[in-house]
């Protein structure tokens, strides 16, 4: 646990080191590789949150804790949304973002990314996200 001296921090440091530390184990990093569990948290929440309408990307983020939303919200221009990218699109946005080899490619990258973030975001909201993309991409969400 992290004691910053302020709660709300500390709860979401703990948290996205959860989250980090998941997209580690299942891809079998190490910590000392924590720049590519971020980088690889950072590229998928991205392409996600640019393939959403703005609204379900909204309500997607105000779910996730603190810090991770801060990394969601990095450099989002809710005027260029949502970008219509099909399946190969979507993985190829990953992979341009993420250009690191993993193997399984960018779509375990994402299963895994998704399936770390999964436990803070509700059951509804999560029907809500898979409902709101198209079949091809619906079917990555764990």
Do not use: C
Not at 33 to 44: G, I
Not at 51 to 72: N, T
Not at 107 to 115: D, G, I, P
Request: charged share 30%; glycine share 6%; no cysteine.
């Amino acid at each position: 646990m992290v004691d910053i001296g302020f709660p709300p921090f500390d709860t979401t440091i703990d948290k996205t080191n959860h989250v980090l530390k998941q997209i580690e184990a299942a891809l079998g990093w190490s910590k000392d590789q924590r720049n590519l569990s971020y980088h690889a948290l950072r590229s998928v929440l991205h392409a996600l949150r640019d393939r959403l309408p703005v609204d379900e990307a909204a309500q997607l983020a105000a779910q996730l804790p603190v810090l991770i939303r801060g990394i969601y919200y990095e450099g989002w221009d809710p005027s260029r949304v949502p970008m219509k990218l099909n399946r190969d699109q979507f993985f190829e946005r990953i992979r341009r973002e993420f250009p690191y080899e993993v193997e399984g490619g960018p779509e375990r990258l994402a299963q895994t990314v998704l399936r770390a973030l999964r436990e803070y975001v509700t059951d509804g909201e999560w029907r809500d996200l898979k409902s709101t993309l198209p079949s091809e991409l619906a079917g990555v969400l764990p």
